[in-house]
């Protein structure tokens, strides 16, 4: 079993109830902000509505920008939070990732059963295309469960922004 939505999945972006696009239209919560020589990073966090794949409760966006560049490519990393959930739940999300990617590099889940999504630490590991973007369901005792999408904004389609004339 997957938890694909019932409506219309071209693409794994497809999967998720919330409209990712629309975060910055919502009302979230800085929750970190990290500075180095080079970048300067902000996460911002918002609880859902609705659990993604009937788990992930709460989202968080990674934004970095670089400190001598500014440029609409600034890499986004989205994360999503699973507080509560079960070993067949991790395995669900899992499945649905290998319908769209593939197995992951480890070749993990091709074999995978409940007693390795039971395990305490572990992470599944997809690269897409050349490694424009990355998907991981990582695991740890200190950090708990999450889903992340390294470079979001690599699987994104160009958006044209029509700014007013004046």
């Known amino acids: 079993m997957n938890y694909l939505n019932d409506k219309k999945t071209e693409s794994f972006l497809d999967c998720f109830n919330y409209d990712l696009t629309q975060f910055f239209r919502d009302e979230y919560t800085e929750v970190e902000s990290v ?7 902000v996460i911002n966090e918002k609880e859902l509505d609705k659990p993604e794949f009937g788990i992930f409760n ?3 966006f990674r934004i970095f920008y670089d400190k001598e560049t500014i440029t609409a490519d600034n890499p986004v990393n989205v994360k999503f939070i699973a507080d509560s959930y ?3 739940d991790i395995k669900n999300v ?3 990732i290998h319908e769209f ?3 992951d590099d480890s070749g993990i889940c091709a074999t ?3 007693d390795t999504y039971s395990q305490n ?3 599944l590991f997809w690269t897409i295309g050349d490694g424009e973007s990355f998907i991981s ?3 740890s005792e200190s950090e708990g469960l999450s889903l992340n999408i390294l470079f979001y904004n690599n699987l994104t389609k160009p958006q044209v922004v029509d700014f007013p004339k004046y």
Do not use: C, N
């Not at 500075?35 to 990073?41: L, N, R, V």
């Open 35 to 41: 500075e180095t020589q080079a970048t300067f990073m």
């Open 58 to 60: 709460r989202l968080q």
């Open 86 to 88: 079960t070993p067949a």
């Open 94 to 96: 899992a499945d649905t």
């Open 101 to 103: 990617f593939g197995l």
């Open 112 to 114: 995978a059963s409940i």
């Open 121 to 123: 630490e572990y992470d």
């Open 137 to 139: 369901i990582e695991k």
